[in-house]
């Protein structure tokens, strides 16, 4: 994660730790679902973000790989748009 960090006890997008800029993620199992499977599934999780993955750490369009949805307990989804959090595949 770049911005923020995963609780593995709170199963939730935390704070990162100070002077920290990098966070490790743990293993994501990513899969296409329908619209209305993702719905439902997304219902069950509560709060989420819309996470971006990244292939390299330049964000942009060319480099968007997919969109995570990443439970977040604590704080709304606009917290971490405004901490500018995504998912990095390299972070060189």
């Known amino acids: 994660f770049d911005g923020c960090r995963w609780s593995k006890a709170e ?3 935390v704070e990162s730790e100070p002077k920290k800029l990098f966070a490790a993620t743990p293993v994501l199992y990513v899969t296409a679902v329908t619209k ?4 439902s599934k997304t219902a069950a999780l509560g709060v989420t973000y ?4 990244y292939k390299y750490p330049r964000r942009t369009d060319l480099h ?10 604590f704080n709304k ?8 959090v995504a998912l990095l595949c390299s972070t060189d």
Do not use: M, N, T, V
């Open 64 to 73: 968007l790989i997919f969109i995570a949805k990443i439970p977040s307990k």
């Open 11 to 13: 199963q939730s997008l």
């Open 36 to 39: 209305a499977l993702g719905k």
């Open 77 to 84: 989804p606009e917290h971490w748009i405004l901490r500018g």
């Open 50 to 53: 819309d996470c971006p993955c």
